[in-house]
């Protein structure tokens, strides 16, 4: 495929599998991203890679880089992709993302397909991975005449254990605005046959012990709206659809604490424009009687509740480690939320030498043709590697890399806008991707 080019939009940390994947198949890489130095740095040390400094919203640049190349790797936030994939339709070039298929994307469906374009998306690891492997599964069964009665789907990007050593258990591997934004959403599943609805700020209070293996304390929250997919994997019988979110224990009432006491808010404040004390800026936010500890403490529980003291202490504890109560001055990013990730951020990244740890797990209630039940899990457990790539990096970026050499060399060529859905594309993806390593794990249990 060395006569093959590709131009890759982002230089994110999930970038590098997959330039480095497209450089080993002889694959020439334009990586483009606004500041050329970022760009630069995602290209040293890599054949076939090249750096240009590009911004997407200028649509003349954008359409002659475009125009250059056969394929164009959208790896930027999800609200520039119908940019990019409207210059894909001027130049008839076919596109691949790793973000879900979104309402303005899917209105290009009928231009992609007039210009005769393939447009993959969904294909990193949530989305992406788990979407092989539960419409396989979910194929197999109803080839052989049974049901899918219970469908729960969970995943988390997660440090290892033993780099889980604060007091949310958490590390920052992409944007924390992004992370604790996500947080606030909504959410929306089938249960038992019906409908539930959460709010975003009754989120973590529905977060519950989810068993995977017993060495690891997980606890699952769902994650926005599960209800499209009796449609998407087609299972009309499904009773009960949940697609989650993992983390560790303790972290969903920390959050909830957070969310109680106004800190995830993203309201401007006058007093958040300025280097304040952390102890001031918490009065202000908590509309404290003062900024003595003892005031703040008895304002959080005047607006929250414990489980218990232990949980109490825990939290409280927690508070202090960030700084909340402290001398130390704000970031001033104007908004509590901006503001609290300008100082978390620091705290909660990964040390040299830590490794971060994906888990994915689809549980399966299935009921064959003749009556009997089964109980059927498909699961990935990936560390990283410190000296290379990062779990999550590893698993968004290597399907990635895999669904653009698919499309370049006319294994994946239907035009329109795709996602893994369908056994024509997911089969050649799923024997593709186990060269590197990657695949589910499928059990029965019961």
């Known amino acids: ?114 210009a005769g374009i393939t447009v993959m998306n969904e294909i990193g690891l949530d989305p992406g991975i788990d979407h092989l492997y539960a419409v396989k599964t979910i194929n197999e069964v109803h080839d052989a005449g049974g049901k899918i009665i219970s469908f729960v789907s969970m995943c988390g990007g997660l440090p290892a254990p033993e780099a889980s050593d604060n007091p949310l258990g958490y590390k920052f591997s992409w944007s924390p605005k992004g992370v604790l934004l996500a947080l606030r959403n909504s959410a929306k599943y089938y249960k038992d046959g019906k409908v539930v609805e959460v709010t975003g700020p009754e989120l973590m209070g529905t977060a519950k012990p989810y068993f995977i293996y017993p060495g690891f304390s997980f606890v699952g929250y769902p994650n926005r709206d599960s209800t499209p997919y009796r449609e998407r994997y087609n299972i009309p019988e499904a009773q009960t659809i949940i697609r989650g979110t993992l983390r560790f224990q303790g972290f969903p009432e920390f959050v909830r604490v957070l969310v109680d006491l106004g800190f995830l808010s993203q309201e401007k404040q006058v007093f958040l424009e300025k280097p304040i004390s952390w102890k001031e800026a918490t009065q202000k936010i908590l509309n404290a009687k003062s900024d003595s500890e003892s005031d703040l403490a008895l304002a959080v529980n005047s607006k929250t509740h414990f489980a218990n003291n232990e949980d109490n202490a825990r939290i409280m504890t927690g508070l202090r480690w960030i700084g909340l109560f402290s001398d130390e001055k704000i970031i001033p990013r104007g908004t509590p939320l901006d503001t609290l990730c300008a100082t978390l951020e620091p705290k909660m990244q990964y040390s040299p030498g830590e490794r971060d740890l994906v888990m994915l797990q689809h549980k399966f209630e299935i009921e064959h043709k003749d009556g009997s039940k089964e109980t059927r899990t498909s699961t990935l457990c990936e560390y990283g590697d410190p000296s290379g790539y990062s779990a999550m990096a590893k698993l968004v970026g290597v399907p990635c890399a895999v669904a653009i050499k698919l499309v370049l060399n006319g294994t994946i060529s239907e035009s329109g806008i795709l996602a893994p859905m369908s056994p024509r594309f997911n089969d050649p993806l799923m024997a593709e991707l186990k060269k590197y390593g990657i695949e589910m794990e499928e059990k029965t249990l019961a």
């Open 1 to 114: 495929m060395s006569d093959k080019k590709v131009l890759l939009l982002g230089a994110g940390f999930v970038t590098l599998p997959t330039v480095q994947v497209l450089s080993d198949s002889g694959i020439q890489v334009t990586v483009a991203c606004r500041t050329i130095g970022n760009a630069k740095k995602l290209c040293k040390d890599t054949k076939n890679a090249h750096p240009i400094s590009l911004d997407v919203t200028d649509s003349k640049s954008l359409d002659i880089e475009v125009g250059k190349v056969d394929i164009v790797v959208s790896l930027i936030p999800y609200e520039f992709h119908a940019t990019v994939i409207k210059a894909a339709i001027r130049a008839k070039k076919n596109v691949v993302t790793t973000s879900y298929v979104s309402p303005a994307m899917l209105e290009l469906e009928e231009a992609a397909k007039e």
